[in-house]
C-alpha cells in the first residue's frame, strides 16, 4: 500500500487523500480509475486481490518518460502478497509538485544520448541532469538542446532511484549551502 506524507507534518502516520489534492472530481477519477484497473483483471487476480475495497489515501508517484505521475495500487488480500499497481488518469498538480516539465524534449535527448533512465530540466532551462544506470550527468543546456560533453558526472547504484528534484535560487541557495558547508540546521 503506498501513502503520500505531507511535507510539513512528515511524522503522520495518515497519508493525504486523493480528493485533498483534486476534490471531488478527483475522487470520482480515481474510482473510475479503480474499476478500470479490477475489469482488466483475470480471475486469478480479482480472487487474490481487495477489489471492493477502494483507498483513496492509496496513491503515490513515479517517474515516468521524465515527468511525474500517480500511481496506485489494488491491494492484495494477504499482505505477504503483491497487489496491482495501476497509474491514475489525474496529473500532479501545484499541490504535489511545482514543476514538471522538461526544457529539452525526451525524444532530442534520446538521440543524442540513447538509453536513459531518466531526465530533468531546471526551470531556467539552463542545466539537464540525465540518470543513467549506475551515473547522473549533469549537462549546460544552449538554445535548447544539451551540450555534448557532460559538465560533471556523479557515480550512484544501479539499483537507485530518483524520489525528488528540488531546484532553488536566491536565499534558498544560501541556506542549503549551509548545511552542506558547515553542516548548520536549516530552520
Same mark, same amino acid.
Given at each position: 500500500?503506498y501513502?503520500?506524507?505531507?511535507?510539513?507534518?512528515?511524522?503522520s502516520?495518515?497519508?493525504?487523500?486523493?480528493?485533498d489534492?483534486f476534490?471531488e472530481?478527483? !475522487?470520482?477519477?480515481?474510482s473510475?480509475? &479503480?474499476s478500470?484497473?479490477?475489469?482488466?483483471?483475470?480471475?486469478?487476480?480479482?480472487?487474490?486481490?481487495?477489489? *471492493?475495497?477502494?483507498? @483513496? +489515501? *492509496?496513491i503515490?508517484?513515479?517517474? $515516468?518518460?521524465?515527468?511525474?505521475?500517480?500511481? $496506485?495500487?489494488?491491494?492484495?488480500?494477504?499482505?505477504?502478497?503483491?497487489?496491482?499497481?495501476f !497509474?491514475l $488518469?489525474?496529473f500532479?498538480?501545484?499541490?504535489?509538485?511545482?514543476?514538471?516539465?522538461?526544457?529539452v +524534449?525526451?525524444?532530442?535527448?534520446? $538521440?543524442?544520448?540513447?538509453?536513459f533512465?531518466?531526465?530533468?530540466?531546471s526551470p531556467e532551462?539552463?542545466?539537464?541532469?540525465?540518470? &543513467?544506470?549506475?551515473?547522473?550527468?549533469?549537462?549546460?543546456? %544552449? *538554445?535548447g538542446?544539451?551540450i555534448?560533453?557532460p559538465?560533471?558526472?556523479i557515480?550512484? *547504484?544501479?539499483?537507485? %532511484?530518483i524520489?525528488?528534484?528540488?531546484w532553488?535560487?536566491? +536565499? @534558498?541557495v544560501?541556506q542549503?549551502?549551509k548545511? &552542506?558547508?558547515d553542516?548548520? %540546521?536549516?530552520?
Open positions: 500500500m501513502q503520500i506524507i505531507p511535507v510539513d507534518n512528515i511524522n502516520e495518515i497519508g493525504i487523500e486523493i480528493n489534492i476534490g472530481e478527483g !475522487k470520482e477519477k480515481y473510475i480509475d &479503480f478500470e484497473a479490477v475489469d482488466n483483471l483475470d480471475d486469478e487476480e480479482k480472487n487474490e486481490l481487495n477489489i *471492493n475495497n477502494v483507498n @483513496y +489515501s *492509496n503515490t508517484m513515479e517517474r $515516468s518518460n521524465g515527468k511525474w505521475v500517480l500511481i $496506485s495500487q489494488i491491494t492484495p488480500k494477504i499482505n505477504e502478497n503483491k497487489g496491482k499497481d !497509474k $488518469s489525474l500532479p498538480n501545484k499541490k504535489l509538485i511545482n514543476y514538471n516539465y522538461l526544457n +524534449s525526451l525524444k532530442s535527448l534520446k $538521440s543524442e544520448l540513447g538509453y533512465k531518466d531526465a530533468f530540466t532551462g539552463k542545466i539537464a541532469l540525465i540518470q &543513467f544506470e549506475d551515473y547522473i550527468a549533469i549537462y549546460k543546456i %544552449e *538554445n538542446t544539451i555534448a560533453s559538465l560533471e558526472i557515480d550512484i *547504484n544501479e539499483d537507485a %532511484e524520489i525528488m528534484a528540488e532553488c535560487s536566491s +536565499s @534558498y544560501d542549503w549551502e548545511v &552542506f558547508i553542516g548548520e %540546521e536549516v530552520k
